[in-house]
């Protein structure tokens, strides 16, 4: 075993900063070791890193073992044995909050730990998590990695046909679930939603029922179990399973520019060393700290900054079970003063959802707690920006615009809270051991700055994604084919003269409504699957809360429903098959796709006319159809 140091991955200046890169380009291997020697490993690494973009490849801290949990929890007892871990928050601000010890949450994960294995769970099982944002979940996450098996969170707001794709991809064995949930002013039947799921899944061994709502739910013999009568049956203690650096951590589906969402892999060791470097720099974090990120731990957001980098850090960390505008929307500036909020982390579209509830709800509570104010997930509007500056953070708070991907394990260009420079609209520079460059078309690397490209990862850094699930060509189909030797992360950038990059938005066919990524395909797809329709194209177009809305070109067969009941039940397609966020926002009735002579729909002609701008649809004339583009800009109109 080695010796653990204490933090030495802390940049405190911006210089620090210049001197922290500039070593991570040049010696990337020693720059990465000296961080990874400050935790816990059961054997230390033979090797830093091996690496082929080609195949791909990349290993971090080879044949090194550890296992997370010990790093999240176990190690932090001695010193902060009795500090806060985990506050959270009810969906209803009169039900009672929780406050769970560093040593609480250990013993909570060691017998939920030990639920999964009396439960016949073991190293290297998929386990698959559809739960609401209460405390449970970080423990059965937690619990999962303790004995090695591999989680698969599904955020709880997918349709139970979307969790019955997920459970068969990662052939889980286990589903980890409660009898229902409270999310604003809706009640969600979260177990019946399983059941419904599970009627598809033949991998399903065992459900673990967590009571939140206590309400009646359906118990299927032999397969359902109630964690509080398991947890009767077992021990206080569960060994951390020793796991190899790149051993399995955790599934994350997510959707790519095809119809099926793709399960991201990340593994035990480098996920573990990039989230907590970089939680505590980009948060600039302080011992007596208390921070709040509002996303939902079925995001890559919650895995990463709700649960894995705080608590490795031995950070107090929030977990918020309701929505910004419940019961009003001075929600989360009602929060932060209660618990006296240090670094808040939220989504622009939060933002700007609150933005139009006026300033009044803000200035009902002091926030004078506040010191960093972060944003994730979508490119955050200027106007947002100043709001979230002056009326929120008092103009005394570095907002770090954190730009990264489930894919990215963790944030890869942002501020360090006020340690480098903070640009509105602008994620900023990248973090030490994070090189990013801007490709023309051609592929090749732009180096001057004033300028617009593909962004793409030029070095493997420690939580890069290994693989997707089951299918690791369309992990190297989607990242590393396009530009040869780098990683292609999807999105247009462009750098500005001090280098300081601005996220400008997709360039494949996904958009990001809310923040939430769906592939094009995808909606098509559960588009299709209504009876009426023929066809759909489905693009993106600019929204003023969801930062992209969701439009959908329809082609019907003949019908005698009127149109408004068509438009409803396509709808209700959507949410059966992938969840309420998945509502197109308009949709549009045509006679036909504007498509080439392959065959191929254009959808820059269909993004023109969504947007608004009809008069920029540049060349039709290779068109199958020209006349179609006409009839769907009138109908548009
Ligand atoms: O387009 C970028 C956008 O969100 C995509 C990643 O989505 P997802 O994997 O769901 O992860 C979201 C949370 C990390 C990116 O390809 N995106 C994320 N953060 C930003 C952003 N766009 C602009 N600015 C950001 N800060």
């Known amino acids: ?26 010696d990337p291997e020693g720059f990465w070791s000296d961080i990874a020697e400050s935790f816990h490993w059961q054997q230390k690494w033979d090797k830093v890193l091996e690496w082929d973009f080609e195949k791909p490849e990349v290993k971090w801290f080879v044949n090194g073992k550890l296992n997370i949990t010990e790093n999240c929890l176990d190690r932090h007892l001695e010193t902060r044995g009795n500090k806060i871990a985990l506050i959270w928050e009810p969906n209803d601000p009169k039900e009672r909050f929780e406050r769970l010890t560093y040593r609480e949450l250990y013993n909570r994960v060691n017998r939920f730990a030990n639920v999964l294995k009396r439960n016949g769970v073991g190293k290297g099982d998929r386990v ?22 591999v989680h698969s969170v599904v955020f709880a707001g997918f349709s139970s046909h979307a969790l019955a794709d997920r459970i068969i991809d990662a052939k889980a064995k286990m589903v980890i679930t409660s009898d229902g949930m409270y999310r604003g002013a809706k009640e969600l039947p979260v177990k019946r939603i399983v059941d419904e799921a599970l009627e598809r899944c033949d991998s399903v061994e065992k459900v673990v029922v967590v009571e939140r709502t206590r309400w009646a739910v359906n118990m299927v013999d032999g397969r359902d179990v109630w964690y509080h009568d398991e947890v009767e049956h077992v021990g206080d203690d569960c060994p951390a399973e020793q796991m190899d650096s790149e051993d399995l951590l955790f ?17 035990c060791g480098g996920y573990m060393v990039y989230t907590a470097y970089s939680f505590l720099n980009v948060f600039q974090y302080e011992e007596s700290d208390v921070y709040w990120c509002t996303a939902d731990v079925g995001w890559i957001t919650g895995h990463s900054y709700i ?16 929505v910004p505008t419940y019961p009003d929307p001075g929600r989360f500036w009602q929060v932060c003063d209660k618990y006296g909020v240090n670094q808040f982390y939220t989504a622009p579209t939060a933002i700007r959802a609150l933005m139009a509830h006026g300033e009044d709800h803000v200035y009902s509570y002091s926030l004078n707690s506040l010191k960093v104010l ?12 100043h709001w979230y500056n002056i009326h929120v953070g008092k103009e005394q708070c570095p907002i770090v615009d954190t730009w990264w991907q489930t894919e990215t394990g963790g944030i890869m260009i942002s501020a360090l809270g006020p340690h480098s420079p903070n640009k509105p609209s602008h994620a900023g520079l990248p973090l030490p051991g994070i090189q990013p460059a801007l490709l023309n078309e051609k592929g090749e690397e732009i180096e001057e700055n004033e300028q617009e490209g593909y962004l793409v990862m030029k070095f ?8 997707t699930y089951g299918d690791h060509e369309r992990c190297r189909v989607t990242y590393f084919s396009h530009y040869k030797n780098v990683y292609f992360t999807g999105d247009g950038a462009k750098r500005d003269k001090d280098g300081l990059y601005r996220i400008i938005g997709r360039v494949d066919d996904v958009i990001n409504v809310s923040g939430h990524r769906f592939g094009t395909a995808e909606i098509e797809n559960a588009i299709n699957q209504n009876d009426n329709v023929v066809e759909s194209a489905v693009v993106g177009y600019p929204h003023h809360i969801k930062g992209q809305g969701i439009y959908a070109y329809i082609i019907l067969k003949d019908s005698t429903d009127t149109i408004e009941n068509l438009r409803g039940e396509i709808t209700e397609t959507c949410v059966k098959e992938i969840g309420p966020i998945a509502k197109p926002d308009k949709i549009q009735f045509v006679s036909g796709l504007p498509k080439t002579r392959s065959g191929k729909i254009m959808r820059r002609i269909l993004r023109k006319v969504a947007e608004g701008e009809p008069d920029k649809l540049g060349d039709t004339s290779t068109l199958l159809d020209p006349d179609v583009v006409e009839e769907i800009v009138k109908g548009a109109q």
């Open 1 to 26: 075993m080695i010796e653990r140091k204490p933090l030495p991955y802390r940049i405190r200046s911006f210089e620090d900063y210049q001197t922290k890169y500039a070593h991570s380009v040049n």
């Open 128 to 149: 698959c998590i559809y739960m609401p944002m209460i405390p449970d979940l970080t423990v059965a996450v937690l619990a999962c990695a303790r004995i090695g098996a």
């Open 251 to 267: 599934i994350l589906y997510t959707s790519g520019s095809t119809g099926r969402p793709k399960g991201v892999v990340h593994t």
């Open 307 to 322: 649960i894995y980098g705080p608590l490795l850090n031995g950070a107090t960390t929030m977990m918020f079970e309701g």
């Open 374 to 385: 972060g944003t994730v997930g979508e490119p955050i509007n200027e106007e947002a920006w």
């Open 460 to 467: 493997p850094w420690p939580s890069i994604l290994r693989t």
